[in-house]
């Protein structure tokens, strides 16, 4: 099974190349985490941030492989617990779809992107540069999968 986040930006800094590697590298086999990066819609003085959303949303929405679950980030979303995030990956695996989530820019997501998603997840009601949800997002995932594998790294 595949877990791919699927993410606004390219040409990241390289302390978060480093960490997305990480965690990346950690997992198994049977279980792969992948990155695919969306280009950023240019930004120019006085940008429709509206129409900006909307364009890197719809190449969010395209960059999702076929029979993907879709998990959106949002800060409004729900947030599960690293427990339960574990539970969530369990039934994944299961149901031995992949999961895509999708990460926003620099203004997040669109209304319609979150409504199209499976999911609405908040990895909490603080508002995060996008850059450091990938690395917060692939620990908390390596984090999950090692509890579903009794691997000792998650301490309660």
């Given at each position: 099974?595949?877990?791919?986040?699927?993410?606004?930006?390219?040409?990241?800094?390289?302390?978060v190349q480093?960490?997305?590697?990480?965690?990346?590298?950690?997992?198994?086999?049977?279980?792969a985490?992948?990155?695919?990066?969306?280009?950023?819609?240019?930004?120019?003085?006085?940008?429709?941030?509206?129409a900006?959303?909307?364009?890197?949303?719809n190449a969010?929405?395209?960059?999702?492989?076929?029979g993907?679950?879709v998990?959106?980030?949002?800060?409004r979303?729900?947030q599960?617990?690293?427990?339960e995030?574990?539970?969530?990956?369990e039934?994944?695996?299961?149901d031995?779809h992949?999961?895509?989530?999708?990460?926003?820019?620099?203004?997040?997501?669109t209304d319609?992107?979150?409504k199209?998603a499976?999911?609405?997840?908040?990895?909490g009601?603080?508002?995060?540069?996008?850059p450091?949800?990938?690395?917060?997002?692939?620990?908390?995932?390596?984090?999950?999968?090692t509890?579903?594998?009794?691997?000792?790294?998650?301490r309660?």
């Amino acid at each position: 099974m595949d877990l791919t986040v699927i993410a606004v930006g390219t040409r990241m800094s390289p302390w978060v190349q480093e960490g997305w590697t990480e965690y990346a590298r950690r997992f198994s086999r049977g279980l792969a985490l992948r990155l695919k990066e969306i280009p950023m819609a240019r930004r120019a003085r006085n940008a429709d941030v509206a129409a900006l959303q909307k364009t890197e949303c719809n190449a969010l929405e395209s960059a999702v492989p076929a029979g993907h679950r879709v998990i959106a980030l949002d800060e409004r979303g729900t947030q599960w617990s690293t427990e339960e995030l574990a539970g969530q990956l369990e039934r994944w695996m299961r149901d031995e779809h992949g999961v895509s989530f999708l990460v926003g820019g620099p203004d997040g997501l669109t209304d319609d992107c979150r409504k199209a998603a499976d999911n609405v997840w908040a990895l909490g009601r603080l508002v995060l540069p996008h850059p450091l949800v990938r690395v917060i997002l692939a620990e908390q995932l390596y984090r999950a999968w090692t509890i579903t594998q009794n691997h000792p790294y998650h301490r309660k």
